[in-house]
T-cell receptor
Framework: SAVISQKPSRDICQRGTSLTIQCQVD?????MFWYRQQPGQSLTLIAT?????????ESGFVIDKFPISRPNLTFSTLTVSNMSPEDSSIYLC???????????FGPGTRLTVT | AQRVTQPEKLLSVFKGAPVELKCNYS??????LFWYVQYSRQRLQLLLR??SRESIKGFTADLNKGETSFHLKKPFAQEEDSAMYYC?????????????FGAGTRLFVKA
């Protein structure tokens, strides 16, 4: 399984600012995903990060709010823009198996917006 | 609609007792079902998948297509099993290898 790291592990930000979260994988992977896990809730998929093309966003999430980059097969970033307290959450990066559907997760980034 | 339902938010059992975490799903095609676990201060990790039909840490799960269920079972719970458990499904019909997660069940094993 892939080893996934995320930076930062946590941050406290002021409303109106933006934060970029990095996700690094130790091997090349095709599928990368970004999730949000709000306090006491399950995982919600934000978008699929596609290498070489725009990310595919789920309903309720838009590129202007959550721009994603995927410059190569081992790295992706998620930016949370113009933050509000409602964006306080854990943001998770995951990668999918190339031949199966299981996913492997990063440690998460805990974001608090004040 | 594709959906995963975990009816119990919290399940509390005594050490040595059997445990069953319920999961029901709704999916139009042939899904792949998974259980993921998140121990305290650890990342979310895959526990088991239905296609492997294996036992991991004493846990098993059988896919029942007639009842559209994938319940997670362990005959004798241990304190170290205390964690958050998520049932999840994926498949070609979810689109692009996406995974749909249930709301999760927190298992608390009491000494």
């Amino acid at each position: 399984s892939a080893v996934i790291s995320q930076k930062p592990s946590r941050d406290i930000c002021q409303r109106g600012t933006s934060l970029t979260i990095q996700c690094q994988v130790d091997s090349q992977v095709t599928m990368m995903f970004w999730y949000r896990q709000q306090p006491g809730q399950s995982l919600t998929l934000i978008a699929t990060a596609n290498q070489g093309s725009e990310a595919t966003y789920e309903s309720g999430f838009v590129i202007d709010k959550f721009p994603i980059s995927r410059p190569n097969l081992t790295f992706s970033t998620l930016t949370v823009s113009n933050m509000s307290p409602e964006d306080s959450s854990i943001y998770l990066c995951s990668v999918g198996g190339d031949t199966s559907y299981e996913q492997y997760f990063g440690p998460g980034t805990r974001l608090t917006v004040t | 609609a594709q959906r995963v339902t975990q009816p119990e938010k919290l399940l509390s059992v005594f050490k040595g007792a059997p445990v069953e975490l319920k999961c029901n799903y709704s999916y139009s095609g042939s899904p792949e079902l998974f259980w993921y676990v998140q121990y305290s201060r650890q990342r979310l990790q895959l526990l088991l998948r239905h296609i492997s039909r294996e036992s991991i840490k004493g846990f098993t799960a059988d896919l029942n297509k007639g009842e559209t269920s994938f319940h997670l079972k362990k005959p004798f719970a241990q304190e170290e099993d205390s964690a958050m458990y998520y049932c999840a499904l994926s498949g070609a019909d979810t689109g692009g290898f996406k995974t749909i997660f249930g709301a999760g069940t927190r298992l608390f094993v009491k000494a």
